[in-house]
């Protein structure tokens, strides 16, 4: 088992020390800490860096007060699991992010299930607005907070699992294979979803964070709260406010970037919500037309 920084990872997710031997409350009490406290983000692919998803550089980016997407926190999170003596297994899976989108086993997703007190778990703490306690790996249909969730067997993984998230969520479902799988498989994903400029990652400024009553998400100058009251959105037009809510909202200071890279990604992000405004208007515009065409029939 590679050494890993326990104790930073566990400061980071606000425990002092090795809480007790591993346990359900245990799972879910790490659970609940980790999407709250370690964003869902994917700020390297803006600048063409496939930061490493070695789960022990991982543990260390997030130690250092950083995030990640699947492959960092999924990654890192099962090696702390491990360290701490849990049963974890890892698993090929596949966001599907549009119901137009064929489902199944994209490798563009780690999954994780872990055994403990005699019950299998679906354990996922890189789904960003996904779920904030594990559930029980049967079928069914869970609530947590205002959200609810199922999970059934896919229709298109043979002996796979499908999770399907609340019609407010971020994606429509994500399968996942039964068989177990390591980090190595999903190296050439990770290449592609950091820079090639067809990936969403490169093409848009994401970060997430889910607690007990909502989640929060900053797509480009959009900063997005749902919960129970309905859906909020404020539009960050500074970079001071933008820098602002990453720090305060999703716990990302960014402190590892030098001023200059701050610049450049403010630049880039303010640039694309500027494209997202224009094309949004064009089609308001459109929509317009159209409609003062059909009155005058």
């Known amino acids: 088992m590679r050494t890993i920084d326990v104790h930073g990872y566990l400061t980071r997710l606000g425990l002092d020390d090795i809480p007790g031997p591993p346990s359900s409350e245990l799972l879910f009490a790490l659970h609940r800490a980790h999407v709250e ?64 989108d ?38 069914g249909v869970y609530d947590q907070g205002p959200f609810s969730y199922a999970l059934a067997p896919s229709d298109v993984v043979p002996g796979g699992w499908r999770f399907t998230h609340d019609p407010r969520g971020s994606f429509p479902r994500m399968d996942f294979a039964r068989e177990t799988t390591e980090m190595d498989a999903f190296a050439e994903k990770h290449e592609w979803l950091s820079t090639s400029p067809e990936s969403s990652f490169v093409r848009t400024c994401a970060i997430l964070r889910r607690d007990a009553k909502g989640t929060d998400s900053l797509t480009g100058c959009a900063l997005r709260r749902i919960d129970a009251s309905g859906e909020t959105t404020t539009y960050l037009t500074t970079e001071r406010d933008w820098y602002a809510a990453v720090a305060d909202v999703f716990g990302l200071p960014l402190t590892d970037l030098t001023p200059e890279d701050r610049h450049k990604l403010w630049d880039r992000v303010h640039a694309t919500h500027l494209d997202w405004e224009a094309a949004r208007a064009a089609r308001t515009t459109e929509r317009e037309r159209a409609t003062q065409g059909t009155d005058n029939r």
């Open 37 to 100: 406290r370690v964003a869902y983000e994917g700020l390297h692919a803006q600048f063409g860096d496939p930061a490493s998803i070695d789960p022990t550089a991982s543990v260390e980016r997030i130690a250092a007060g950083r995030g990640g997407y699947c492959f960092h926190l999924n990654g890192a999170f099962a090696a702390l699991l491990e360290h701490l003596g849990f049963h974890v297994t890892r698993h090929a899976g596949g966001v599907q992010p549009r119901f137009e």
């Open 102 to 139: 064929p489902p199944g086993v994209l490798g563009n997703h780690l999954a994780l299930t872990v055994r403990v007190d005699a019950r299998d778990w679906f354990v996922d703490v890189g789904l960003g607005d996904g779920i904030y306690e594990p559930l029980p790996l049967r079928a």
